[in-house]
């Protein structure tokens, strides 16, 4: 057992460093021009065929649903790629085409329901990120509240990442969401968010 998850440690590292150059210009211009998403889902595909015709199905699935976790947390920091920029209103409806892409797959292997719940975090930071600036502070709390060791400068970052905000209105959203009483304490529960490269 031991053997078999280093060994599905050390695919899902390969399957990772093959999708770098891809997860690299999500949200950038090459995302706008390109159907990065489809690139990344059809390796995937290239390479789950490969895996379910040589493991057993139990192993298989297990690697998948490894995939899927890592998957989700590369995807949130896409968000924060350095020249991502999201132009409002049609950066959130190709995340969503994006969203619904990589979910498909992964309910390939697994139920729907339970593919959807894996990614359901990835819905609710698009929610934030085409929310109304006026209201953007209640998608916020609905985030926190499940997941609250999200990094308030995680927020600030993909806030300014929208064309349609400048630094003044991002300063003042942020103070918005302090203003709501929350704190954000080492106390917390640790979600994906603690996963994230700092």
Same mark, same amino acid.
């Given at each position: 057992?031991?053997?078999?998850?280093?060994?599905?440690?050390?695919?899902?590292? %390969?399957?990772?460093?093959?999708?770098?150059?891809?997860?690299?210009?999500?949200? $950038?211009?090459? #995302? /706008?021009?390109?159907?990065?998403?489809?690139? %990344?889902?059809?390796?995937? !595909?290239? /390479?789950?065929?490969?895996?379910?015709?040589?493991?057993?199905?139990?192993?298989?699935?297990?690697?998948?649903?490894?995939?899927?976790?890592?998957?989700?947390?590369?995807?949130?920091?896409?968000?924060?790629?350095?020249?991502?920029?999201?132009?409002?209103?049609?950066?959130?409806?190709?995340?969503?085409?994006?969203?619904?892409?990589?979910?498909?797959?992964?309910?390939?292997? +697994?139920?729907?329901?339970?593919?959807?719940?894996?990614? !359901?975090?990835?819905?609710? %930071?698009?929610?934030? &990120?085409?929310?109304?600036?006026?209201?953007?502070?209640?998608?916020?709390?609905?985030? #926190?509240?499940?997941?609250?060791?999200?990094?308030?400068?995680?927020?600030?970052?993909?806030?300014?990442?929208?064309?349609?905000?400048?630094?003044?209105?991002?300063?003042? &959203?942020?103070?918005? $969401?302090?203003?709501?009483?929350?704190? &954000?304490?080492?106390?917390?529960?640790?979600?994906?968010?603690? +996963?994230?490269?700092?």
């Amino acid at each position: 057992m031991k053997i078999q998850k280093r060994c599905s440690q050390v695919l899902i590292d %390969i399957i990772m460093s093959d999708l770098k150059p891809a997860i690299e210009v999500m949200h $950038c211009n090459q #995302w /706008y021009e390109q159907d990065i998403m489809r690139l %990344i889902v059809g390796t995937f !595909e290239d /390479y789950g065929d490969d895996f379910q015709k040589h493991m057993s199905e139990y192993v298989f699935g297990k690697i998948i649903s490894e995939l899927a976790e890592r998957f989700v947390i590369s995807y949130i920091e896409t968000f924060r790629n350095k020249n991502a920029k999201f132009k409002m209103p049609s950066s959130p409806e190709r995340m969503r085409a994006d969203l619904d892409l990589v979910v498909n797959f992964f309910s390939r292997t +697994k139920s729907a329901k339970r593919a959807k719940a894996n990614f !359901e975090v990835i819905d609710k %930071i698009i929610g934030l &990120i085409e929310s109304n600036p006026r209201t953007l502070y209640i998608d916020f709390y609905s985030l #926190w509240k499940q997941f609250p060791d999200m990094p308030l400068d995680f927020v600030e970052k993909i806030l300014s990442k929208r064309e349609d905000l400048d630094k003044a209105t991002v300063r003042d &959203i942020i103070d918005q $969401c302090k203003q709501k009483g929350i704190e &954000i304490t080492k106390d917390n529960p640790a979600t994906v968010f603690s +996963k994230l490269s700092k």
